[in-house]
């Protein structure tokens, strides 16, 4: 099945540092979605990105669909607390389907 | 309230004591997944449903069962339970298969 890298799998940061989540995939994605998961909860819809290029925010965060739709990445601005968690890319794209997941990137944000 | 509900929460079954997780959602979703998720690996998807009666093998679908005879219903049924079946599951809805996914609040199993 389709292959979803995401790196990296762990982010230490102190407060107010940025931190940046990159998923990468060999073939041509035809949607990206990411999503948030606080410690012990469930994953939550973050934003879908679908156009070659296409940036979107959402306060503090970034999101970017690179121009060969074969990567993505979520930027978070001047951390928080309240960002702490797994972020995790899906995506679909040639005849899957499905949503594939990343891996996940745990971040860990220091007071 | 829109939702996806799982049961149950916490579970700790023995090996080979069949056991079912169930799924409903409230959203009258045609799409239904379930994932079991492992530290470093993801979520990794188990079994889909597109709709009613229809079912179909994800990345991971040994030594599970499901069904989907409603279309809010989507019960993942383990018939002999191992070890290795040790995980926290998901169950998620959408509209589409490629639609935003509705995640439940997850299912701790641990296999004996």
């Known amino acids: 099945g389709q292959q979803v890298m995401q790196i990296p799998q762990y982010q230490h940061v102190q407060e107010g540092e940025d931190f940046t989540t990159y998923c990468n995939s060999s073939t041509t994605l035809s949607n990206i979605q990411w999503y948030k998961q606080r410690p012990g909860g469930h994953p939550v819809f973050l934003i879908q990105l679908v156009k070659s290029g296409e940036v979107k925010k959402q306060k503090r965060l970034t999101f970017q669909f690179g121009e060969a739709k074969k990567n993505s990445s979520l930027h978070i601005t001047a951390t928080q607390t309240t960002d702490v968690g797994t972020y995790f890319c899906a995506a679909t794209g040639g005849s899957a389907r499905q949503l594939t997941f990343g891996s996940g990137t745990q971040l860990t944000v220091l007071p | 309230e829109a939702q996806v509900t799982q049961n149950p929460r916490y579970l700790i079954t023995v090996t080979g004591k069949k056991l079912t997780v169930t799924c409903s959602q409230n959203m009258n979703h045609e799409y239904m997944s379930w994932y079991r998720q492992d530290p470093g690996l993801g979520l990794r998807q188990i079994y889909y449903s597109m709709n009613v009666e229809v079912t179909d093998k994800g990345d991971v679908p040994e030594g599970y069962k499901v069904s989907r005879k409603e279309k809010r219903n989507f019960p993942l049924i383990l018939e002999s339970p191992s070890p290795n079946q040790t995980s926290l599951y998901f169950c998620?809805?959408?509209?589409?298969?490629?639609?935003?996914?509705?995640f439940g609040e997850g299912s701790r199993l641990t296999v004996l």
């Open positions: 998620a809805s959408s509209w589409t298969s490629r639609g935003e996914l509705f």
